[in-house]
């Protein structure tokens, strides 16, 4: 059981160094692949491939499942980006 539980938190560990890595500053266009107005989360994937879903919820800040560009450019102005 100890094996298990040190094996998830390496997990989990590698996974968090990887994803605060990602580069999230992208122009909102690059993300919205169907050109829809809005990001989803599958677009958010393969945009970020390795990306932390919690970026993308804490960019909906609505929480509608989706980001469109003002939710965006308001996740990137608080994260220091430009």
Do not use: R
Request: hydrophobic share 40%; with cysteine.
């Amino acid at each position: 059981m100890k094996k298990i539980f040190l094996a998830c938190v390496l997990v989990l560990i590698a996974s968090q160094s990887v994803s605060a890595n990602t580069n999230y500053n992208l122009c909102f266009n690059s993300l919205d692949a169907d050109g829809n107005g809005v990001m989803t989360k599958g677009e958010f994937l393969v945009a970020f491939p390795n990306g932390d879903l919690t970026t993308f919820e804490e960019a909906d800040m609505n929480a509608d499942n989706t980001v469109d560009h003002e939710e965006w450019e308001a996740y990137k102005t608080k994260k220091g980006f430009e």
